[in-house]
Nanobody, 115 residues
Framework: QVQLVESGGGLVQPGGSLRLSCAAS????????MGWYRQTPGKERELVAA???????NYADSVQGRFTISRDNAKNTMYLQMNSLRPEDTAVYYC?????????WGQGTQVTVSS
């Protein structure tokens, strides 16, 4: 099992920046891909960005060029740098890890973009 803990959410003005962190613990050697998802009330959870074990990354069109996903293997931590934030980026952001034997989710962190 892999345990994931997100941090770094909060309130930011439009155009501002935030960096989310996702600390992983447990059986982390079996992780194939990690990602950030977000969800707003009444909508399905959507993929924001993903990073594969080989380092390749993938982004949703809505965040391409504004968000950057990265991983520090020494710290077992994944990050999401969010720049040029917009009100429509407001959501609960979840960390995800996919292993050959299952999927783990973090508890979520709220990001609110508002003036």
């Amino acid at each position: 099992q892999v345990q994931l803990v997100e941090s770094g959410g909060g309130l930011v003005q439009p155009g501002g920046s935030l960096r989310l962190s996702c600390a992983a613990s447990g059986t982390i050697f079996g992780i194939n891909v990690m990602g950030w998802y977000r969800q707003t009330p009444g909508k399905e959870r959507e993929l924001v960005a993903a990073i594969f074990s080989g380092g390749m990354t993938n982004y949703a069109d809505s965040v391409q060029g504004r968000f950057t996903i990265s991983r520090d293997n020494a710290k077992n931590t994944m990050y999401l740098q969010m720049n040029s934030l917009r009100p429509e980026d407001t959501a609960v952001y979840y960390c995800n890890a996919a292993m050959t034997y299952g999927v783990s989710w973090g508890q979520g962190t709220q990001v609110t973009v508002s003036s």
